[in-house]
């Protein structure tokens, strides 16, 4: 059970992750840069943290 809480953790420190590099490009550049697919990339990341986390879950029940 604890292997499955920290791979979700990991995998949401990834999604963060994708967040301060968005928002270092955004300061950075201007916006003729489109940064949005970091954002799409971001929650995707997040949906499949979950997703994977509760299949992990059901599958040790």
Do not use: P
């Not at 809480?5 to 990991?10: D, E, G, L, P």
């Not at 949401?12 to 489109?34: E, H, K």
Request: proline share 0%; glycine share 4%; net charge neutral.
């Amino acid at each position: 059970m604890q292997t499955v809480i920290n791979q979700f953790r990991t995998n949401i420190s990834r999604v963060r992750n994708l967040g301060s590099i968005f928002g270092a490009l955004n300061s950075q550049t201007t916006s003729v840069l489109d940064l949005s697919d970091i954002l799409r990339a971001e929650l995707v990341l997040a949906v499949s943290a979950l997703d994977h986390f509760i299949h992990e879950l059901v599958r040790l029940v």
